[in-house]
């Protein structure tokens, strides 16, 4: 059998399988006959390729005198290879030069069954949003689809831009004889541009929750019936720029919902925010410390929850995290004269020291706590000087009780003093530690030194003795009280700027003091 292929002068010879014989000029035509007529009556297949259109017409001739049986003859042109490729017939009212300046001889990707040519190009293109039944609604697609470049590209392919403002044309005469105000409103952003439609679907975002004359103030009257479509927001971005008129008018709001008579009941504000703006958070963080909410875990959690989002932002992760120190605590239970050391400890930790915490954080800070805390008091100044000397639970004792367990460790060993750092953000820093694989062995809390200054306190926690040394240079000393007691190898660091120029290990332990 011969076949003879007539390739389009647009089209690679690599678009066919290989040929026994390519003509591609005229001059070539009388060798190719008599190699195809020989072909044909030694009954052996041949496999022509001819590149000029007027050798083309004469092998034309040649295959209908002999006929099929001998000879198939087939034109391949950029229409029938564009067909081969997507499985789908394309219409005849496109030219070559078109699919060329189109550039659809790229089109690789085989149709769905039933899928028609126009079909096929918006959904290689743009996505199935203008193809698919209620497509206009999967605004979540559109936007992870969209890349601006490529949108571009293709609406610079001339069949591809008429196939689009053709079923453009055609989707806005159905909406608008359906009546469909909130579809005809997405198609007519998209229709102006992607980033229209990306910027308008993050202001309703925002305002999705917001009473409805919020909405129609920014977005007009398509604002209630776009909320009727419970649209699907959780892909489209939260974008603030450009949307300045919606982040005023939603302060406005909040402004005014501030005022006592104004007042919405917090579950009904946690309804109506969206949770992606920092001036929501600040205004829900104003209600709650005025003290006149009553603040549970699980009020804390859904606020969290909401405003996920924006724990990105340092400021606004710090916040959030801080909310857990606004949930109502009772006051402590009345403390007994009679308790030893670790009793008072407990009862300060558990009961005292959360309670003072959240009237700090609520600004409900009055007389009543400083009573409280004036049991303590006076039992600690009644005890001091018995517990100075013997009891487990003082400060100076603190590194001074962990010399043995110093002595049997084998690695470096790492003491960092914290100076001033309140009980209260321990948990914060206890969760930054973990971030870098520190985690916590124990945990003691200890009597401090009287007076709890820092030239008292720390000198004393620091060399693990009652009385402070005289000098104010802590390098020597410690260094030195530490060498001998532990027959360690010992560097004082007086701050985090030297900790970070050591480069390589040359002592046993370090003693970081570390304040700012």
């Known amino acids: 059998m011969i076949y003879i292929t007539l390739l389009s002068e647009h089209l690679e010879d690599s678009t066919v399988q290989v040929a026994n014989l390519v003509i591609r000029d005229q001059g070539e035509y009388v060798r190719a006959y008599q190699r195809i007529a020989e072909a044909i009556h030694s009954n052996k297949d041949l496999d022509v390729l001819v590149r000029d259109k007027t050798v083309g017409r004469w092998l034309k001739v040649m295959a209908r005198r002999y006929g099929p049986a001998y000879i198939q003859l087939e034109e391949l042109n950029i229409q029938k290879q564009i067909q081969k490729q997507i499985g789908l017939d394309v219409p005849r009212e496109f030219s070559e030069?078109?699919?060329?300046?189109?550039?659809?001889?790229?089109?690789?990707?085989?149709?769905?069954?039933?899928?028609?040519?126009?079909?096929?190009?918006?959904?290689?293109?743009?996505?199935?949003?203008?193809?698919?039944?209620?497509?206009?609604?999967?605004?979540?697609?559109?936007?992870?689809?969209?890349?601006?470049?490529?949108?571009?590209?293709?609406?610079?392919?001339?069949?591809?831009?008429?196939?689009?403002?053709?079923?453009?044309?055609?989707?806005?005469?159905?909406?608008?004889?359906?009546?469909?105000?909130?579809?005809?409103?997405?198609?007519?952003?998209?229709?102006?541009?992607?980033?229209?439609?990306?910027?308008?679907?993050?202001?309703?975002?925002?305002?999705?929750?917001?009473?409805?004359?919020?909405?129609?103030?920014?977005?007009?009257?398509?604002?209630?019936?776009?909320?009727?479509?419970?649209?699907?927001?959780?892909?489209?971005?939260?974008?603030?720029?450009?949307?300045?008129?919606?982040?005023?008018?939603?302060?406005?709001?909040?402004?005014?919902?501030?005022?006592?008579?104004?007042?919405?009941?917090?579950?009904?504000?946690?309804?109506?925010?969206?949770?992606?703006?920092?001036?929501?958070?600040?205004?829900?963080?104003?209600?709650?410390?005025?003290?006149?909410?009553?603040?549970?875990?699980?009020?804390?959690?859904?606020?969290?929850?909401?405003?996920?989002?924006?724990?990105?932002?340092?400021?606004?992760?710090?916040?959030?995290?801080?909310?857990?120190?606004?949930?109502?605590?009772?006051?402590?239970p009345a403390p007994d004269e009679n308790w030893q050391a670790g009793q008072w400890i407990d009862w300060a930790t558990k009961y005292y020291l959360p309670y003072r915490f959240w009237l700090e954080n609520t600004g409900q800070l009055d007389d009543q706590i400083g009573e409280i805390a004036s049991d303590y008091a006076d039992w600690l100044y009644q005890h001091y000087g018995q517990l100075i000397y013997h009891s487990e639970h003082m400060a100076w004792k603190a590194i001074h009780n962990l010399q043995e367990s110093f002595k049997a460790h084998a690695g470096p060993i790492l003491v960092v003093v914290i100076d001033n750092l309140n009980a209260k953000f321990y948990p914060e820093l206890q969760s930054r530690m973990q971030q870098r694989g520190f985690y916590e062995h124990s945990l003691s809390y200890c009597f401090s030194m009287l007076p709890s200054c820092t030239e008292v306190s720390k000198k004393c926690l620091l060399t693990g003795h009652y009385a402070p040394f005289a000098e104010s240079a802590y390098q020597g000393r410690v260094e030195s009280i530490w060498n001998n007691r532990l027959g360690k190898k010992t560097k004082y660091l007086g701050n985090i700027g030297e900790f970070r120029l050591i480069t390589k290990r040359e002592h046993d332990i370090y003693f970081l003091n570390y304040y700012h």
Do not use: C, M
């Not at 209600?287 to 400021?315: A, N, V």
């Open 97 to 332: 030069q078109q699919l060329l300046d189109s550039g659809l001889l790229d089109l690789k990707i085989p149709a769905l069954p039933n899928s028609s040519f126009e079909d096929y190009i918006l959904e290689i293109f743009f996505g199935n949003f203008l193809t698919l039944p209620g497509g206009l609604r999967r605004v979540g697609d559109i936007v992870t689809g969209y890349d601006r470049e490529q949108w571009q590209s293709a609406l610079n392919r001339p069949i591809v831009r008429e196939i689009y403002r053709k079923r453009i044309r055609q989707l806005r005469k159905e909406l608008q004889a359906a009546g469909e105000i909130a579809e005809l409103q997405i198609l007519d952003w998209i229709d102006a541009s992607p980033d229209t439609l990306i910027q308008n679907l993050a202001a309703f975002k925002l305002l999705s929750g917001y009473p409805d004359a919020l909405g129609r103030r920014v977005l007009g009257k398509s604002f209630a019936a776009l909320k009727k479509l419970n649209l699907d927001l959780h892909k489209v971005p939260a974008v603030i720029s450009g949307n300045e008129k919606v982040i005023d008018e939603i302060r406005l709001y909040l402004e005014g919902k501030s005022r006592s008579d104004s007042k919405l009941p917090i579950d009904e504000l946690l309804g109506q925010i969206s949770g992606f703006l920092e001036i929501e958070f600040d205004h829900l963080q104003e209600r709650l410390t005025t003290g006149d909410i009553g603040i549970t875990p699980e009020l804390i959690t859904r606020i969290k929850s909401k405003f996920q989002p924006l724990s990105t932002i340092p400021r606004l992760n710090q916040a959030l995290a801080d909310l857990d120190t606004l949930i109502s605590i009772e006051p402590p």
